[in-house]
């Protein structure tokens, strides 16, 4: 959908928090589903987290990521919405674990397409932190934000890459990648 936007990115970018300025400036964000699925999880002494059992937290990233989608384009909300990672986010995860996705994910992530332009943060460790979720070391973080670029690549989206500055610098900076 036109007015759908991926901001994507490795772990402990600033995703979450630009997506919050976003938000002040008036557009609608849609969440990242990875962070609360590993709370609820931990909360209720489950296995979908990434350390106990990736196969099954793969599944729950990906269904929660379909169901956001398609959740936000049956709203018929043609305002321009902002997620927090996209349904291909999931699908790189699995890929990176090694895990077989279903012909239906592949069929949904073919098919549930995103604005072209996808926004992805690169590495900063000035500003990367651990934490409860957030276990991967810096390696990992490069890794992943290496794996996502030849996803969103091999799909057919324009990646573009948000500066390492100030929130409000990159909040400008991708309203007028989408306005101009």
Not at 115 to 142: C, G, M, S, T
């Amino acid at each position: 959908m036109d007015n759908f936007y991926v901001i994507t990115g490795g772990p402990g970018v600033g995703k979450t928090t630009l997506l919050h300025e976003l938000g002040k400036s008036g557009f609608r964000t849609v969440a990242e589903d990875a962070r609360r699925i590993i709370q609820d999880e931990i909360k209720n002494d489950g296995d979908g987290v990434p350390w106990k059992n990736k196969a099954y937290y793969t599944v729950l990233m990906l269904q929660a990521s379909v169901e956001q989608y398609v959740l936000y384009r049956d709203s018929d909300d043609r305002e321009i919405h902002f997620f927090d990672r996209g349904i291909l986010d999931a699908c790189c995860y699995a890929e990176m674990m090694h895990i077989d996705m279903p012909d239906d994910v592949q069929y949904a992530a073919a098919r549930l397409r995103y604005n072209r332009k996808v926004f992805i943060l690169p590495p900063w460790k000035e500003i990367y932190k651990h934490d409860e979720e957030r276990r991967q070391d810096w390696r990992e973080a490069v890794y992943t934000y290496e794996a996502i670029q030849s996803t969103y690549r091999t799909h057919g989206y324009e990646l573009i890459e948000v500066p390492k500055e100030s929130v409000q610098h990159r909040v400008d900076f991708v309203v007028s990648q989408i306005r101009g």
